[in-house]
């Protein structure tokens, strides 16, 4: 890993102690996919075991009330992950926090945020540990570190770290790894790496995200407090991009449909949405909510719109 930045910000907080990050905590949620899941979990102890890490590690999956088996899967092939069980409604953020919450009480030094959809390479400790050496070295104190990850097809960049370019319109552009690490204003959670520091100063994913942005608004705020926030320089791991085109047939649904659809945390998530608007880009809270109305009760006028845009 090229232990260079692509620099946009300044050094902000002195710290001068060296960090050691002597217990990690890795955190998961799931819902149905023991397949993914199970893999996923696979390729996080061959990392362990290939990275040769010295940190003692805890794994912790909040199974969000499957059906297909999965928590017993995980329970008869990684005998130390520790499952909670979900009450079925607690979607991705919700699983997170659960999970998040249980690591708290051991105090660890570092939290590894894994989607179960995620497989991460051999050396991801190796490479992590390595970017908060140079976060240390460089900030003089610890972050986030997001792990850029690809499609196992096409090799193209599926998620990761970006930064603002409009914040009036809430525009980013997502980096794609160039060898050397960058730094982001908002990124995703299919890697992330959140150091004990980063959560005695902002917590850990806030309740008023249901699903999805919750990584979004987490990386806005540390990024808010002065904390850095990194994109590593190389891909760290794989996974597909299936949230798939939400607007295919939108405007042949019926009107109850698109307002399900709307307020469906797993389909446009308004709820989270206008969290996130309200917490970082308050000026944009009207247009966003006349446009989540919009969509549902004039689709094609909102799709006309948009394509202008």
């Known amino acids: 890993m090229n232990l260079e930045v692509n620099n946009k910000k300044t050094p902000l907080t002195p710290y001068s102690k060296k960090i050691e990050l002597k217990k990690i905590a890795i955190l998961y949620t799931c819902f149905n996919r023991k397949q993914k899941t199970l893999e996923s979990l696979a390729n996080v102890y ?3 075991e290939e990275s040769n890490i010295t940190s003692k590690i805890s794994i912790y999956l909040t199974d969000d009330g499957s059906t297909d088996g999965t928590s017993d899967a995980v329970r008869n092939t990684f005998k130390d992950v520790i499952i909670l069980e979900g009450s079925g409604s607690l979607f991705w953020a919700g699983g997170m926090r659960k999970s998040w919450n249980e690591a708290l009480k051991e105090d660890f030094d570092a939290y590894l945020l894994l989607n179960d959809d995620t497989y991460v390479i051999p050396t991801l400790f190796k490479d992590l540990m390595q970017m908060n050496t140079f976060c240390v070295e460089k900030y003089k104190q610890t972050g986030i570190y997001l792990g850029a990850v690809k499609d196992p097809k096409t090799q193209k960049r599926t998620y990761g770290g970006a930064v603002l370019t409009n914040k009036f319109l809430f525009k980013y552009r997502k980096l794609n790894p160039t060898g050397k ?4 204003d908002l990124g995703n959670a299919n890697i992330m790496f959140v150091t004990k520091s980063v959560v005695d100063k902002i917590g850990i994913l806030s309740e008023s995200f249901v699903h999805g942005v919750a990584d979004y608004d987490y990386t806005l705020t540390a990024v808010n407090k002065k904390l850095p926030v990194l994109l590593s320089a190389t891909y760290l791991g794989e996974c597909e991009n299936d949230h798939g085109e939400k607007y295919g047939n939108f405007t042949n649904k019926s009107y109850k449909e698109r307002k399900a659809l709307l307020l469906n945390p797993v389909g446009l ?8 608007m309200k917490r970082h880009f308050p000026f944009r ?10 969509k549902v009760i004039f689709p094609k006028l909102y799709l006309i719109i948009n394509e202008k845009r």
């Open 46 to 48: 061959n990392a362990i």
């Open 181 to 184: 690490i960058q730094e982001c």
């Open 269 to 276: 998530d308004f709820k989270s949405n206008m969290a996130l």
């Open 285 to 294: 809270v009207p247009m966003v909510f006349l446009a989540g109305w919009l």
